[in-house]
């Protein structure tokens, strides 16, 4: 049977690096739905190229853009605007797997929709789990959706775990024997610097990472080690964990994505070159096993792998990220909703790189965080958040 795949945010890098193996097999995926925000020209090259029956971009008049082109191109991919079609297409009875690759919390309600509709779910939109936490897991549980993590850490750690070939994360004995999850980080591309230079990086310099290739958002969240915070948190639901068995481990060379210690002193780790298409195949196929394209590692060729702690000192969002897993409630959605607004004011050159820190800690001392039953509560306070540090960012720069 050939699956049916929705991508959301098939023209970001995540989106294209899983049409790359789709296209490899066929014989076993079809991009049944691909979905972005506004860039119309590149979801039309990959509609002539991929021909999936919908495509749907969130902004209705990038939406009119792409329906008169492609109609002016002799193509019948359907094309849909908006939010609504966005969660349709999520949540299509003919689509078997939902690519969630939606960069930020503009995620939640779509990767949600798929959630409820109870499909094979491979998330790399991190942010969605991070802002809705125990509602994203209990729809899980209820609706008996496949949550696949497509993270390269995350992933990493779901090979290693012991559920067997189970590709199911839900419920009973997921974590039985594990005494700690170790995430690696690769430290980003100001790893080696000073305070005094990280005052001074420009977004230029934020967005070039030294082994990987993502969009700019994850990126600079990379650069500020924010990105391993998001993926701490990110851990501590997927696997059930709490903060305390869940260290962080900085390994400049990625060849390592990430390890899971057992009771008997067992550890166990999932390596490969850094590239995310091992884990998009990983993820489509689990149990199987399909080619990914991804280069092999050659072990003579590796001169040394390197592990170091993290510095808390030069990058406090890892820090900051603890804290508010361990403060529960909504104080996860305010950290996010606190990075993503000060991570495009960096990226617009508005305000410093360290400045991302101190919102996000600003943000955390401030604004309430209470525990919420509904995915509209929470984005009630992921909305409070943003006009905070907007607020807070405009009179910075005064
Ligand atoms: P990109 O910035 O490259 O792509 C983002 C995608 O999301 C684009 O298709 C974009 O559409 C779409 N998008 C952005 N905003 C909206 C919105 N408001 N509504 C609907 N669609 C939107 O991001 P990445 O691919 O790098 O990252 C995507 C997610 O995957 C993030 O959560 C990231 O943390 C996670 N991830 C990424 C990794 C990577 O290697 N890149 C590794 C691990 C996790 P458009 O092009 O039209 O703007
Ligand atoms: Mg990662």
Same mark, same amino acid.
């Given at each position: 049977?050939?699956?049916?795949?929705?991508?959301?945010?098939?023209?970001?890098?995540? +989106?294209?690096?899983? !049409?790359?193996?789709? =296209?490899? &097999? /066929? %014989?076993?995926?079809?991009?049944? $739905?691909?979905?972005?925000?506004?860039?119309?020209?590149?979801?039309?090259?990959?509609?002539?190229?991929?021909?999936?029956?919908?495509?749907?971009?969130?902004?209705?008049?990038?939406?009119?853009?792409?329906?008169?082109?492609?109609?002016?191109?002799?193509?019948?991919?359907?094309?849909?605007? +908006?939010?609504?079609? !966005?969660?349709?297409? =999520?949540? &299509? /009875? %003919?689509?078997?797997?939902?690519? $969630?690759?939606?960069?930020?919390?503009?995620?939640?309600?779509?990767?949600?929709?798929?959630?409820?509709?109870?499909?094979?779910?491979?998330?790399?939109?991190?942010?969605?789990?991070?802002?809705?936490?125990?509602?994203?897991?209990?729809?899980?549980?209820?609706?008996?959706?496949?949550?696949?993590?497509?993270?390269?850490?995350?992933?990493?750690?779901?090979?290693?775990?012991?559920?067997?070939?189970? $590709?199911?994360?839900?419920?009973?004995?997921?974590?039985?024997?594990?005494?700690?999850?170790?995430?690696?980080?690769?430290?980003?591309?100001?790893?080696?610097?000073?305070?005094?230079?990280?005052?001074?990086?420009?977004?230029?310099?934020?967005?070039?990472?030294?082994?990987?290739?993502?969009?700019?958002?994850?990126?600079?969240?990379?650069?500020?080690?924010?990105?391993?915070?998001?993926?701490?948190?990110?851990?501590?639901?997927?696997?059930?964990?709490?903060?305390?068995?869940?260290?962080?481990?900085?390994?400049?060379?990625?060849?390592?994505?990430?390890?899971?210690?057992?009771?008997?002193?067992?550890?166990?780790?999932?390596?490969?070159?850094?590239?995310?298409?091992?884990?998009?195949?990983?993820?489509?196929?689990?149990?199987?096993?399909?080619?990914?394209?991804?280069?092999?590692?050659?072990?003579?060729?590796?001169?040394?792998?390197?592990?170091?702690?993290?510095?808390?000192?030069?990058?406090?969002?890892?820090?900051?990220?603890?804290?508010?897993?361990?403060?529960?409630?909504?104080?996860?959605?305010?950290?996010?909703?606190?990075?993503?607004?000060?991570?495009?004011?960096?990226?617009?050159?508005?305000?410093?790189?360290?400045?991302?820190?101190?919102?996000?800690?600003?943000?955390?001392?401030?604004?309430?965080?209470?525990?919420?039953?509904?995915?509209?509560?929470?984005?009630?306070?992921?909305?409070?958040?943003?006009?905070?540090?907007?607020?807070?960012?405009?009179?910075?720069?005064?």
């Amino acid at each position: 049977m050939v699956q049916q795949v929705t991508i959301l945010g098939a023209t970001g890098s995540i +989106g294209v690096q899983t !049409l790359e193996v789709l =296209a490899l &097999h /066929p %014989d076993r995926y079809r991009p049944f $739905a691909l979905a972005a925000f506004t860039r119309w020209q590149a979801l039309a090259e990959q509609c002539l190229a991929f021909k999936p029956r919908y495509a749907v971009l969130r902004d209705e008049a990038a939406a009119l853009a792409l329906r008169n082109h492609l109609a002016a191109a002799g193509s019948d991919v359907e094309v849909l605007g +908006g939010d609504e079609a !966005l969660n349709m297409v =999520a949540a &299509h /009875p %003919d689509a078997d797997v939902v690519v $969630a690759a939606i960069v930020g919390a503009a995620g939640v309600e779509p990767t949600m929709a798929a959630v409820h509709a109870g499909k094979r779910i491979l998330l790399a939109n991190k942010e969605a789990l991070v802002v809705t936490g125990k509602i994203f897991m209990d729809a899980v549980e209820a609706s008996g959706a496949e949550l696949v993590p497509l993270d390269s850490e995350h992933n990493a750690i779901f090979q290693c775990m012991p559920h067997g070939n189970s $590709a199911s994360m839900k419920g009973g004995q997921k974590n039985a024997g594990v005494t700690r999850l170790i995430l690696t980080a690769s430290g980003g591309p100001f790893r080696t610097l000073d305070k005094e230079a990280l005052m001074n990086v420009t977004p230029e310099q934020a967005v070039r990472h030294p082994n990987w290739d993502m969009g700019p958002k994850i990126s600079v969240d990379s650069a500020t080690l924010m990105n391993k915070g998001l993926e701490l948190i990110e851990a501590s639901w997927l696997f059930a964990m709490p903060s305390e068995k869940i260290d962080v481990v900085v390994h400049p060379q990625s060849v390592i994505h990430s390890m899971v210690e057992y009771e008997d002193g067992s550890v166990l780790a999932q390596l490969g070159t850094p590239d995310m298409r091992t884990p998009i195949a990983c993820a489509l196929a689990w149990p199987d096993r399909v080619a990914s394209g991804a280069t092999r590692l050659d072990f003579t060729q590796m001169s040394e792998l390197q592990f170091e702690a993290p510095d808390m000192e030069r990058f406090p969002c890892l820090r900051l990220a603890r804290e508010a897993l361990e403060a529960g409630g909504t104080a996860t959605a305010v950290l996010n909703a606190a990075n993503e607004v000060a991570v495009a004011a960096f990226l617009a050159g508005q305000i410093g790189f360290m400045d991302i820190s101190h919102c996000a800690a600003t943000a955390l001392d401030k604004m309430l965080a209470p525990t919420c039953k509904t995915v509209e509560e929470v984005l009630a306070v992921d909305a409070a958040t943003r006009r905070f540090v907007d607020a807070h960012i405009t009179s910075l720069s005064r």
